[in-house]
């Protein structure tokens, strides 16, 4: 059986692994030169499996209007004719009641805690480096209220198999000894001890890698695709600036771009890009040795070997890739408080992506109204986590097999 993926970041080349594994004639098609030149490049780092509160929530709900007029806020709206963002808006907005944001929540847990044990498997199939570690995530809190309703969503985390350490600030210093020299501060904070980082863009090149190796898998870069065409209910071949292709089945896996393709079908998804910026620079001894998330800021920490990533930021600006140096300013502000030590005066690389997002939170897989056409997308900060949960689920609905987990509020039904 011959299977198209479209889209060569980390959905769609560990599908293409997961995929190849199982003996289908894999082939990837993407329009850079590599695989996750994209959204996969310059992520935050985490595999933060126990970090399942959705964006949509009444905490943001509640926030929204003092930060509609920050530049600084940790989230921002671009004023645009924009009927795609318009509606995207309105389900978010929808889904910010504590019922809904309790379901996506456990949706996600769900999710999560399945790929940190796919992550784990293929691991130890393959042997690929990625400057991995394990040692947790811990979430700090500037506020006293921002962290009793950190303390809150833990304990409901908890009932579904999520443990968590809850920590008093000297804890978190402890734990971190980096942390004593900031300027903030801080009210405690919550090590989720179960979750892990690594370099997202080192492991899919590393996976890549192995899957044309070892299962026959073929990458086409630079082909760029301008359409999918259908015929009987079923798709016939995908149409790129190099000719036709056709297979079997075919997975999409274009982030942010799905939706661009998916609608000239019929399928009309709410996903909507979420630009997010990162900066990443060589680090020190004043820099963190493990992964943070800041609860405040919303901005996350991970160290890769010698470099130190920082992530942050949700903007909503259409499909729009450029680095805006206004949205740049508050992740650097944040990271020189939280560690003044780190040399702030060398040459710091940027970057901006388009994270594929949903109104609810949870992303979008498995089959469509055609009968080989099969979805993995829609993940948006969260796709470096969900990546190997998410392409095991795919691969094994297309193998007829029964999923590991219940894929409720996973799929497009939910939209229908």
């Known amino acids: ?88 808006g309105l389900k978010f907005l929808r889904n910010c009641t504590s019922a809904r944001a309790r379901v996506n929540c456990v949706n996600l847990l769900r999710l999560g ?17 990625f400057d991995y570690a394990h040692d947790g995530i811990l979430h700090i809190y500037t506020t006293a209220q921002e962290f009793d309703h950190a303390k809150r969503h833990n304990d409901f985390q908890a009932k579904f198999g999520c443990e968590q350490r809850v920590l008093s600030r000297e804890e978190c210093f402890a734990l971190e000894p980096a942390l004593r020299d900031t300027s903030r501060p801080i009210a405690g904070g919550i090590h989720a001890f179960m979750d892990a980082s690594g ?15 070892r299962y026959g898998v073929t990458f086409h870069y630079g ?77 996350v920490y991970s160290r890769l070997g010698d470099r130190l990533r920082v992530a942050g930021t949700a903007e909503f600006a259409g499909h729009n890739q450029a680095i805006n140096e206004k949205r740049i300013a508050p992740i650097v502000k944040a990271a020189r408080e939280l560690f003044p030590g780190a040399d702030w005066h060398q040459d710091i690389q940027k970057w901006a992506c388009l994270r594929p997002s949903t109104p609810d939170g949870p992303p979008v897989m498995g089959g469509t109204p055609y009968r080989n056409l099969f979805l993995n997308t829609g993940h948006g900060t969260l796709g470096w986590t969900q990546a190997a949960g998410s392409a095991t689920l795919v691969a094994d609905i297309m193998e007829g097999k029964t999923p590991a987990i219940m894929l409720h509020g996973l799929t497009m039904e939910r939209y229908l």
Not at 4 to 27: D, N
Not at 199 to 213: G, P, R, S
Not at 230 to 243: F, R
Not at 255 to 271: C, V
């Open 199 to 213: 370099d997202a863009y080192m492991f899919c090149n590393a996976l890549a890698k192995v899957a044309a190796e």
């Open 223 to 299: 082909m760029t695709i301008n359409g999918l065409e259908a015929e009987n209910g079923s798709i016939v071949a995908v149409v790129t600036n190099q000719g036709e292709l056709s297979a079997d089945a075919y997975v999409m896996a274009m982030g942010s771009y799905s939706p661009l393709y998916l609608r000239p079908l019929g399928i009309d998804l709410p996903i909507y890009p979420m630009k997010g910026y990162s900066i990443t620079l060589k680090a020190n001894d004043a820099c963190p040795r493990m992964s943070i998330t800041d609860g405040t800021y919303k901005v």
């Open 113 to 129: 805690l399945y790929s940190k044990d796919r992550i784990e498997a293929i691991r130890s199939e393959t042997g690929i480096a």
């Open 1 to 88: 059986m011959k299977i198209l993926i479209l889209g060569s970041g980390l959905l769609g080349v560990t599908t293409a692994y997961e995929l190849g594994k199982r003996g289908f004639k894999v082939t990837v098609i993407d329009r850079q030169a590599a695989s996750a030149l994209e959204t996969s490049y310059a992520n935050g780092g985490q595999l933060s499996y126990s970090h399942a509160e959705p964006w949509a929530n009444p905490s943001v709900l509640s926030k929204l209007p003092q930060w509609l007029f920050r530049s600084d806020a940790p989230l921002v709206f671009r004023p645009r004719a924009d009927r795609q963002m318009i509606r995207w």
